[in-house]
């Protein structure tokens, strides 16, 4: 039990362009998801909390009009990154809380975003 | 942010018992401790969670000091598959909602 998927794994994107990365929790309802980012080498870095049904809330530093938040369902939430650029090519996660267990997240995947 | 410190890296011989350091001398009551550990390009695995007293599941125990500043994560007997990084995060309690600050982690190396 406890899956968090997150879609696609990798991807690869032109300079300007915009890409969207999907966590959902399979098996277990959700209303907080987070999103994290992680460079080569460091740790994670959480990005943003996100309530489903609300704005998401986002760390200092963290653009929120490029990091677009969307936490439609208690499966789903979306990370859409505007007008990418080089320097945002990191490996991002994002996690699930679920309703049941309010102390435990649990991570998806990973997506690796290379932007060229 | 609450800071934990943890060794960089620690080696154990495959079938031993591995004890895994932790100090969160910030800690305020109502913060968990949560251990989480991590393989090259994977998302963070959940290991194991406690507040006050010592935890235990099939994973691993957690063992807590009674007051609370430090904790450690047993493995009681260690796996090539256990090689991973370990962190140790104190969770801060934000209008209901637990926010986890990751550190830098303690890189553990199994000898086989």
């Known amino acids: 039990g406890a899956v968090v998927s997150q879609h696609p794994s990798r991807v690869i994107c032109k300079s300007g362009t915009s890409v969207k990365i999907e966590c959902r929790s399979l098996?277990?309802?959700?209303?907080?998801m987070f999103w994290y980012r992680q460079f080569p080498k460091q740790s994670l870095m959480l990005m943003a909390t996100?309530?489903?049904?609300?704005?998401?809330?986002?760390e200092q530093g963290v653009e929120k009009d490029k990091f677009l938040i969307n936490h439609a369902s208690l499966t789903l939430s979306t990370l859409t990154v505007t007008s990418a650029h080089p320097e945002d090519s990191s490996f991002y996660i994002c996690s699930a809380r679920p309703l049941a267990a309010p102390y435990e997240q649990y991570f998806g995947p990973g997506t690796r975003l290379t932007v060229t | 942010d609450a800071k934990t410190t943890q060794p960089n890296s620690m080696e154990s011989n495959e079938e031993e018992p591995v004890h895994l350091p932790c100090n969160h001398s910030?800690?305020?009551?109502?913060?968990?401790i949560h251990w989480y550990r991590q393989l090259p390009s994977q998302g963070p695995e959940y290991v194991i969670h406690g507040l006050t007293s010592n935890v235990n599941n099939r994973m691993a125990s957690l063992a807590i000091a009674e007051d609370r500043k430090s904790s450690t994560l047993i493995l009681h007997r260690a796996t090539l598959r256990d090689a991973a990084v370990y962190y140790c995060?104190?969770?801060?309690?934000?209008?209901?909602?637990?926010?986890?600050?990751f550190g830098t982690g303690t890189r553990l190396t199994i000898i086989p």
């Open positions: 996100s309530n489903e049904g609300s704005k998401a809330t986002y």
């Open positions: 995060i104190q969770g801060i309690s934000n209008f209901g909602n637990e926010k986890l600050t």
């Open positions: 098996d277990f309802q959700a209303t907080t």
């Open positions: 910030t800690i305020s009551g109502t913060d968990y």
